[in-house]
T-cell receptor, first 114, second 113 residues
Framework: DADVTQTPRNRITKTGKRIMLECSQT?????MYWYRQDPGLGLRLIYY???????NKGEISDGYSVSRQAQAKFSLSLESAIPNQTALYFC?????????????FGSGTQLSVL | AQSVTQLDSQVPVFEEAPVELRCNYS??????LFWYVQYPNQGLQLLLK??????LVKSINGFEAEFNKSQTSFHLRKPSVHISDTAEYFC???????????FGTGTRLLVSP
């Protein structure tokens, strides 16, 4: 089983709809991140959380919100989806006793907003 | 704040040829440097990292990168590429005091026979 699991793998939605992307991890890491990937722009940080009570905005948080329900779960919500939020979304974790600085990525969620 | 520049969006190369993927960074404080690789339809995986010590770091599959503080660079090299190296490569930087990773825009390495 994957250490960092994202659901769904693919999602098509319409403009204005609320959508939630979920991420769960079995690595026991405290730190979790949400990135989006766009062609030619690389990965950009949306939100990150260093523990259950700590939530921080990244460089492109407008239009998004997050919830850290437990150490192992970190969900990303689009309150009212718009077409320019069409992208590949990645969840990542870090914080083990070894390789503390290394990020472990999920397989991604491809989101299309029509 | 940190930033990363990868000037080459795509690098085509023939199999068994050498390759260099360029990365320059900007930061006012000490940083850690990374190369991540993304194979088609997969998430990112750490390829190699520089934290401290020797400025030349190597991966298990033949890639190496050298940290050059004076030129603020961390270029990735491989003396002989394989078809299986076809992927997108991301350079990234992290402030040593703050665990937030900033990525470059990526370089797509295309290896052909």
């Amino acid at each position: 089983d994957a250490d960092v699991t994202q659901t769904p793998r693919n999602r098509i939605t319409k403009t204005g709809k609320r959508i939630m992307l979920e991420c769960s991890q079995t690595k026991g890491h405290d730190r979790m991140y949400w990135y989006r990937q766009d062609p030619g722009l690389g990965l950009r940080l949306i939100y990150y959380s260093f523990d259950v009570k700590d939530i921080n905005k990244g460089e492109i948080s407008d239009g998004y919100s997050v919830s850290r329900q437990a150490q192992a779960k970190f969900s990303l919500s689009l309150e009212s989806a718009i077409p320019n939020q069409t992208a590949l979304y990645f969840c990542a974790t870090s914080g083990g006793t070894a390789d503390n600085e290394k990020l472990f990525f999920g397989s991604g969620t491809q989101l299309s907003v029509l | 704040a940190q930033s990363v520049t990868q000037l080459d969006s795509q690098v085509p190369v023939f199999e068994e040829a050498p390759v260099e993927l360029r990365c320059n960074y900007s930061s006012s404080v000490s940083v850690y440097l990374f190369w991540y690789v993304q194979y088609p339809n997969q998430g990112l995986q750490l390829l190699l990292k520089y934290l401290s010590g020797s400025t030349l770091v190597k991966s298990i599959n033949g890639f190496e990168a050298e940290f050059n503080k004076s030129q603020t660079s961390f270029h990735l090299r491989k003396p002989s590429v394989h078809i299986s190296d076809t992927a997108e490569y991301f350079c990234a930087v992290m402030n040593t005091g703050f665990q937030k990773l900033v990525f470059g825009t990526g370089t797509r390495l295309l290896v052909s026979p």
